[in-house]
């Protein structure tokens, strides 16, 4: 059982920064941040293994977000500048429990299995 608990959301002039956490409890291989605004899907963000390795990341964030984790903290990352209004969504931290032996992790919502409760961030244009 894997137990997830995001912090950091806010609100945010554009152009700003904030940075989410997620700590976690309990066994997994790798870890995504997922976004949804309102009236749209979930989106895929920003994964990474709690191994190191490859990171991923949406192309609407590349160059701009970065997640990192601190193994001794359970915690990782999601390191969000120059934040635009079409960021403004509740984040979500979710785990994947089951090992994997791709050079990167899932993009793929479904692959994840437990998730956090999810952390507003508003973009203020």
């Known amino acids: 059982q894997v137990q997830l608990v995001e912090s950091g959301g806010g609100l945010v002039q554009a152009g700003g920064s904030l940075r989410l956490a997620c700590a976690a409890s309990?066994?997994?291989?790798?870890m995504g941040w997922f976004r949804q605004a309102p009236g749209k899907e979930r989106e895929f963000v920003a994964a990474?293994?709690?191994?190191?390795?490859?990171?991923v990341y949406a192309d609407s964030v590349k160059g701009r977000f970065t997640i990192s984790r601190d193994n001794a903290k359970n915690t990782v990352y999601l390191q969000m500048n120059s934040l635009k209004p079409e960021d403004t969504a509740v984040y979500y931290c979710?785990?994947?429990?089951?090992?994997?032996?791709?050079?990167?992790?899932?993009?793929?919502?479904?692959?994840?299995?437990?998730w956090g409760q999810g952390t507003q961030v508003t973009v203020d244009s």
């Open positions: 990474m293994y709690w191994s190191g390795g490859n990171r």
């Open positions: 979710a785990a994947d429990s089951k090992p994997s032996w791709e050079a990167a992790p899932s993009t793929d919502a479904n692959r994840y299995d437990y």
């Open positions: 309990g066994r997994s291989f790798s």
